[in-house]
Protein backbone atom coordinates (compact mmCIF):
# COMPACT_ATOMS: atom_id res chain seq x y z
CA UNK A 1 0.00 0.00 0.00
CA UNK A 2 1.37 3.61 -0.56
CA UNK A 3 2.12 5.56 1.99
CA UNK A 4 2.45 9.38 3.60
CA UNK A 5 3.37 9.84 7.06
CA UNK A 6 1.17 12.56 8.62
CA UNK A 7 3.73 13.35 11.79
CA UNK A 8 7.43 13.63 11.46
CA UNK A 9 10.22 15.27 12.79
CA UNK A 10 13.46 16.91 12.19
CA UNK A 11 16.06 18.39 14.30
CA UNK A 12 18.85 20.82 13.52
CA UNK A 13 19.51 21.42 17.15
CA UNK A 14 17.59 20.55 19.80
CA UNK A 15 16.47 23.50 21.91
CA UNK A 16 13.36 22.86 23.95
CA UNK A 17 11.56 23.79 26.39
CA UNK A 18 8.71 22.99 28.79
CA UNK A 19 7.41 22.55 32.45
CA UNK A 20 10.69 22.00 33.08
CA UNK A 21 12.82 24.78 31.24
CA UNK A 22 15.01 24.76 28.58
CA UNK A 23 15.97 21.26 26.98
CA UNK A 24 19.55 21.12 25.57
CA UNK A 25 21.75 18.09 24.09
CA UNK A 26 24.03 16.95 26.19
CA UNK A 27 26.66 17.44 23.73
CA UNK A 28 28.29 14.13 23.38
CA UNK A 29 26.44 12.86 20.40
CA UNK A 30 24.52 10.41 22.51
CA UNK A 31 20.72 11.99 21.46
CA UNK A 32 20.53 12.56 25.28
CA UNK A 33 19.48 15.73 26.41
CA UNK A 34 19.50 17.52 29.81
CA UNK A 35 15.98 19.57 31.17
CA UNK A 36 16.86 22.71 33.36
CA UNK A 37 15.89 20.46 36.23
CA UNK A 38 18.89 18.39 35.62
CA UNK A 39 16.38 15.70 34.35
CA UNK A 40 17.98 13.52 31.36
CA UNK A 41 15.87 11.85 28.85
CA UNK A 42 16.95 9.73 25.68
CA UNK A 43 15.49 12.34 22.64
CA UNK A 44 16.98 11.08 19.78
CA UNK A 45 17.32 7.54 19.30
CA UNK A 46 20.82 5.78 19.77
CA UNK A 47 20.25 4.78 16.23
CA UNK A 48 21.41 8.05 14.54
CA UNK A 49 24.05 8.36 17.24
CA UNK A 50 24.09 12.48 16.85
CA UNK A 51 22.23 14.98 18.56
CA UNK A 52 20.12 16.30 15.20
CA UNK A 53 17.63 14.37 12.72
CA UNK A 54 18.33 16.26 9.65
CA UNK A 55 15.96 15.84 6.28
CA UNK A 56 18.20 13.25 4.86
CA UNK A 57 18.10 11.16 7.47
CA UNK A 58 14.51 11.22 7.17
CA UNK A 59 14.39 10.60 3.45
CA UNK A 60 16.43 7.75 3.52
CA UNK A 61 14.02 5.90 6.65
CA UNK A 62 11.07 7.04 4.07
CA UNK A 63 12.98 5.57 0.79
CA UNK A 64 13.73 2.45 3.49
CA UNK A 65 10.19 2.07 3.77
CA UNK A 66 8.26 2.79 1.18
CA UNK A 67 7.16 6.22 2.33
CA UNK A 68 6.42 8.66 -0.76
CA UNK A 69 5.83 11.81 1.39
CA UNK A 70 5.75 12.83 4.83
CA UNK A 71 4.42 16.18 6.82
CA UNK A 72 7.07 17.82 8.83
CA UNK A 73 5.98 19.20 12.13
CA UNK A 74 7.29 20.95 15.26
CA UNK A 75 6.90 20.82 18.96
CA UNK A 76 8.62 22.32 22.08
CA UNK A 77 10.07 19.07 23.00
CA UNK A 78 12.86 19.81 20.25
CA UNK A 79 12.74 23.11 20.18
CA UNK A 80 11.42 25.18 17.28
CA UNK A 81 12.49 24.07 13.65
CA UNK A 82 10.90 26.78 11.11
CA UNK A 83 13.94 27.02 8.92
CA UNK A 84 14.58 23.68 9.31
CA UNK A 85 11.58 22.70 8.19
CA UNK A 86 11.50 25.32 5.74
CA UNK A 87 14.94 24.76 4.09
CA UNK A 88 13.90 20.64 3.71
CA UNK A 89 10.61 21.79 2.23
CA UNK A 90 12.22 23.68 -0.83
CA UNK A 91 15.04 21.05 -1.12
CA UNK A 92 12.60 18.07 -1.47
CA UNK A 93 9.20 19.78 -2.76
CA UNK A 94 7.80 16.65 -4.20
CA UNK A 95 8.60 14.80 -1.25
CA UNK A 96 8.36 16.66 2.09
CA UNK A 97 5.47 19.86 3.48
CA UNK A 98 5.12 20.96 6.31
CA UNK A 99 3.66 23.18 9.46
CA UNK A 100 5.10 26.32 11.06
CA UNK A 101 5.36 27.27 14.81
CA UNK A 102 4.57 29.96 16.95
CA UNK A 103 4.13 31.23 20.75
CA UNK A 104 1.16 33.46 19.75
CA UNK A 105 1.57 34.53 23.35
CA UNK A 106 5.05 36.24 22.25
CA UNK A 107 5.27 40.27 22.38
CA UNK A 108 6.56 39.98 18.80
CA UNK A 109 4.59 37.41 17.41
CA UNK A 110 2.62 39.50 14.49
CA UNK A 111 5.92 40.04 12.94
CA UNK A 112 7.05 36.23 13.30
CA UNK A 113 3.55 34.55 11.90
CA UNK A 114 3.73 37.51 9.00
CA UNK A 115 7.14 36.28 8.29
CA UNK A 116 6.82 32.54 8.14
CA UNK A 117 3.37 32.53 6.44
CA UNK A 118 2.96 35.60 4.31
CA UNK A 119 7.09 35.52 3.20
CA UNK A 120 7.96 31.96 3.36
CA UNK A 121 4.12 30.52 3.00
CA UNK A 122 3.59 27.89 4.96
CA UNK A 123 0.65 26.35 4.33
CA UNK A 124 0.02 24.81 7.80
CA UNK A 125 0.42 25.69 11.36
CA UNK A 126 0.77 24.14 14.97
CA UNK A 127 -0.01 24.73 18.27
CA UNK A 128 1.82 22.22 20.71
CA UNK A 129 0.23 22.68 23.69
CA UNK A 130 0.78 19.93 25.77
CA UNK A 131 2.26 20.78 29.70
CA UNK A 132 5.40 18.65 29.64
CA UNK A 133 6.41 20.25 26.30
CA UNK A 134 4.14 22.67 25.36
CA UNK A 135 2.49 26.24 25.58
CA UNK A 136 0.62 25.34 28.60
CA UNK A 137 3.84 24.53 30.08
CA UNK A 138 4.84 27.97 28.99
CA UNK A 139 1.77 29.25 30.08
CA UNK A 140 -0.15 27.39 32.49
CA UNK A 141 -3.03 29.77 32.52
CA UNK A 142 -3.93 29.08 28.55
CA UNK A 143 -7.28 28.01 27.28
CA UNK A 144 -7.64 27.22 23.95
CA UNK A 145 -10.62 29.49 23.38
CA UNK A 146 -8.90 32.45 25.37
CA UNK A 147 -8.51 35.65 23.32
CA UNK A 148 -4.97 34.90 22.50
CA UNK A 149 -5.77 31.18 21.16
CA UNK A 150 -9.00 32.32 19.40
CA UNK A 151 -7.30 34.90 17.57
CA UNK A 152 -4.33 32.91 16.35
CA UNK A 153 -6.96 30.36 15.03
CA UNK A 154 -9.01 33.36 13.40
CA UNK A 155 -5.54 34.45 11.07
CA UNK A 156 -5.10 30.97 10.37
CA UNK A 157 -8.52 30.18 9.42
CA UNK A 158 -8.59 33.56 7.44
CA UNK A 159 -5.25 32.14 5.46
CA UNK A 160 -6.86 28.95 4.71
CA UNK A 161 -3.86 27.32 6.62
CA UNK A 162 -4.53 23.36 7.81
CA UNK A 163 -4.35 24.29 11.62
CA UNK A 164 -2.88 21.17 13.48
CA UNK A 165 -3.07 20.61 17.35
CA UNK A 166 -1.27 18.50 20.38
CA UNK A 167 -3.77 19.16 23.23
CA UNK A 168 -1.57 16.72 24.99
CA UNK A 169 -2.22 13.87 27.28
CA UNK A 170 -5.18 12.33 28.48
CA UNK A 171 -7.11 14.33 31.16
CA UNK A 172 -4.12 16.80 31.34
CA UNK A 173 -4.91 20.57 31.67
CA UNK A 174 -4.37 20.75 28.40
CA UNK A 175 -6.34 18.25 27.16
CA UNK A 176 -9.21 20.96 26.71
CA UNK A 177 -11.86 19.07 24.34
CA UNK A 178 -14.90 21.24 24.72
CA UNK A 179 -12.91 24.40 24.22
CA UNK A 180 -11.23 22.72 21.09
CA UNK A 181 -14.77 22.06 19.56
CA UNK A 182 -15.74 25.45 20.29
CA UNK A 183 -12.74 26.72 18.50
CA UNK A 184 -13.64 24.19 15.85
CA UNK A 185 -16.83 25.19 15.28
CA UNK A 186 -16.81 28.35 15.23
CA UNK A 187 -14.09 28.31 11.98
CA UNK A 188 -16.19 25.99 9.76
CA UNK A 189 -14.49 26.78 6.98
CA UNK A 190 -10.94 25.92 8.41
CA UNK A 191 -9.53 22.08 8.28
CA UNK A 192 -7.94 21.01 11.85
CA UNK A 193 -6.29 18.04 12.43
CA UNK A 194 -5.85 16.82 16.35
CA UNK A 195 -2.64 15.07 17.02
CA UNK A 196 -1.85 11.46 18.28
CA UNK A 197 -5.32 10.39 18.69
CA UNK A 198 -6.34 12.55 21.29
CA UNK A 199 -3.61 10.42 23.10
CA UNK A 200 -5.57 7.62 25.03
CA UNK A 201 -4.02 6.38 27.93
CA UNK A 202 -5.02 3.08 27.59
CA UNK A 203 -6.52 2.64 30.66
CA UNK A 204 -10.13 0.54 30.90
CA UNK A 205 -11.89 3.01 33.19
CA UNK A 206 -10.49 6.13 30.74
CA UNK A 207 -11.90 4.90 27.86
CA UNK A 208 -15.42 6.03 27.88
CA UNK A 209 -14.45 9.79 28.34
CA UNK A 210 -11.80 8.95 25.40
CA UNK A 211 -14.76 8.22 23.61
CA UNK A 212 -16.85 10.97 24.61
CA UNK A 213 -13.68 13.14 23.12
CA UNK A 214 -14.28 11.45 19.98
CA UNK A 215 -17.27 11.82 19.88
CA UNK A 216 -17.39 15.69 20.70
CA UNK A 217 -14.45 16.28 17.76
CA UNK A 218 -16.24 14.37 15.36
CA UNK A 219 -16.97 16.88 13.15
CA UNK A 220 -17.00 17.52 9.07
CA UNK A 221 -13.70 19.77 9.42
CA UNK A 222 -11.85 17.51 11.88
CA UNK A 223 -9.01 14.90 11.31
CA UNK A 224 -6.98 12.66 13.84
CA UNK A 225 -3.24 11.33 13.36
CA UNK A 226 -2.66 8.37 14.88
CA UNK A 227 1.19 8.78 16.02
CA UNK A 228 2.54 7.81 18.84
CA UNK A 229 -1.09 5.53 19.79
CA UNK A 230 0.99 2.19 20.76
CA UNK A 231 3.59 4.21 22.79
CA UNK A 232 0.53 5.58 24.59
CA UNK A 233 -0.96 2.94 25.45
CA UNK A 234 1.76 0.70 26.21
CA UNK A 235 2.27 -2.47 26.75
CA UNK A 236 0.84 -3.78 23.52
CA UNK A 237 3.05 -6.53 22.25
CA UNK A 238 2.31 -7.96 18.63
CA UNK A 239 0.25 -8.87 16.65
CA UNK A 240 -0.65 -4.72 18.39
CA UNK A 241 -4.17 -6.12 18.75
CA UNK A 242 -4.80 -3.25 21.67
CA UNK A 243 -3.72 -0.62 18.94
CA UNK A 244 -5.80 -2.21 16.18
CA UNK A 245 -8.63 -2.06 18.58
CA UNK A 246 -8.35 1.67 18.99
CA UNK A 247 -7.94 2.01 15.19
CA UNK A 248 -10.93 0.13 15.00
CA UNK A 249 -13.32 2.15 16.99
CA UNK A 250 -11.94 5.84 16.43
CA UNK A 251 -12.79 4.75 12.82
CA UNK A 252 -16.48 3.87 13.80
CA UNK A 253 -17.09 6.95 15.29
CA UNK A 254 -14.69 9.73 13.39
CA UNK A 255 -15.13 7.60 9.95
CA UNK A 256 -11.87 6.31 8.29
CA UNK A 257 -11.58 9.15 6.29
CA UNK A 258 -10.47 11.27 8.97
CA UNK A 259 -7.29 9.03 10.34
CA UNK A 260 -4.34 10.14 9.22
CA UNK A 261 -1.20 7.72 9.49
CA UNK A 262 1.62 9.02 11.54
CA UNK A 263 4.75 7.37 13.19
CA UNK A 264 5.90 10.40 15.22
CA UNK A 265 9.76 10.10 13.85
CA UNK A 266 12.41 10.13 15.11
CA UNK A 267 11.41 9.34 18.77
CA UNK A 268 9.09 6.35 17.90
CA UNK A 269 12.17 4.35 16.46
CA UNK A 270 13.50 3.92 20.41
CA UNK A 271 10.68 1.31 20.68
CA UNK A 272 9.39 0.22 17.22
CA UNK A 273 10.60 -0.22 13.65
CA UNK A 274 9.06 2.16 10.64
CA UNK A 275 7.79 -1.12 9.30
CA UNK A 276 6.34 -1.84 12.77
CA UNK A 277 4.68 1.09 12.73
CA UNK A 278 2.64 0.10 9.25
CA UNK A 279 1.77 -3.10 10.55
CA UNK A 280 -0.19 -1.64 13.40
CA UNK A 281 -2.48 -0.17 10.90
CA UNK A 282 -2.48 -3.80 9.01
CA UNK A 283 -3.10 -5.25 11.76
CA UNK A 284 -6.92 -3.34 12.36
CA UNK A 285 -10.22 -5.18 11.65
CA UNK A 286 -10.69 -2.61 8.32
CA UNK A 287 -11.90 -2.69 5.04
CA UNK A 288 -8.78 -2.54 2.84
CA UNK A 289 -10.27 0.82 1.41
CA UNK A 290 -10.43 2.14 4.82
CA UNK A 291 -6.32 1.33 5.87
CA UNK A 292 -5.59 2.78 1.81
CA UNK A 293 -7.12 5.81 3.26
CA UNK A 294 -5.67 5.67 6.38
CA UNK A 295 -2.13 5.17 5.22
CA UNK A 296 -2.15 7.03 2.08
CA UNK A 297 -5.14 8.91 0.72
CA UNK A 298 -6.29 11.02 3.51
CA UNK A 299 -3.04 12.72 3.75
CA UNK A 300 -2.94 12.77 0.28
CA UNK A 301 -6.10 14.88 0.08
CA UNK A 302 -5.60 17.43 2.85
CA UNK A 303 -2.07 18.13 2.58
CA UNK A 304 -1.24 17.61 -1.03
CA UNK A 305 -4.54 18.79 -2.65
CA UNK A 306 -5.11 15.41 -4.37
CA UNK A 307 -8.34 14.84 -5.61
Given at each position: MRIIDSHVHIVSTIAGTGEEG???ALGDGSGRARYATGSV???????FG???VTAEDLIREMDENGVERAVLLQGNYYGFQNLATWDAMQRYPDRLTGAAMYDPYAAGMKRVRAHL???LSFKAVKFELSIGSG????????????EVMTEAIDYAASLGQVIILDIGKFSSPSWQVDAARRLVTAHPEACFVFCHLLAPNGREENEDQWQKALECLALPNVWMDISSLTHNIRPDPKPYRKTAAYLEKAAGILGADKLLFGTDYPSVLKEYSYEECVNMVLAA???DKDKEDILYG???????GEK
Open positions: ELRIQLIPECADRFEELTGLHPALRLNDRLPNASRLFF
